[in-house]
């Protein structure tokens, strides 16, 4: 069955750094394209950053832009967010999703917290 499975959160210092991972199975990961969200407590639910299927082109929120880095590694079913000064305002449960056509597939998330 499809799978996509985060892992990297954690507890991070205000701007330190994180790496977060995502794999996917059961489908033709090269062929989606794929996004990391992120939700707090309380807020709705945020588009963080995408990468097309060939990782030819990407697309960050401007709380993130120059922060983070989407990339993606098709040979390993895998894609990326790597994210650096972070701050407090960071803080969510972050999910990978997998998009083609009518094909939508979510992570479980994984936590980052960003406290002193």
């Known amino acids: 069955q499809v799978q996509l499975v985060e892992s990297g959160g954690g507890l991070v210092q205000p701007g330190g750094s994180l790496r977060l991972s995502c794999v996917g199975s059961?489908?033709?990961?090269?062929?989606?394209?794929l996004s990391w969200y992120r939700q707090a407590p309380g807020k709705e639910r945020e588009l963080v950053a995408f990468?097309?299927?060939?990782?030819?082109?990407?697309n960050y929120a401007d709380s993130v832009k120059g922060r983070f880095t989407i990339s993606r590694d098709n040979a390993k079913n895998t894609v990326y967010l790597q994210m650096n000064s972070l701050k407090p305002e960071d803080t969510a449960v972050y999910h990978c999703?997998?998009?083609?056509?009518?094909?939508?597939?979510w992570g479980q998330g994984t936590q980052v917290t960003v406290s002193s």
């Open positions: 999703n997998s998009q083609l056509l009518f094909d939508d597939y």
């Open positions: 059961g489908f033709t990961f090269r062929m989606y394209r």
């Open positions: 990468i097309t299927s060939t990782g030819g082109s990407t």
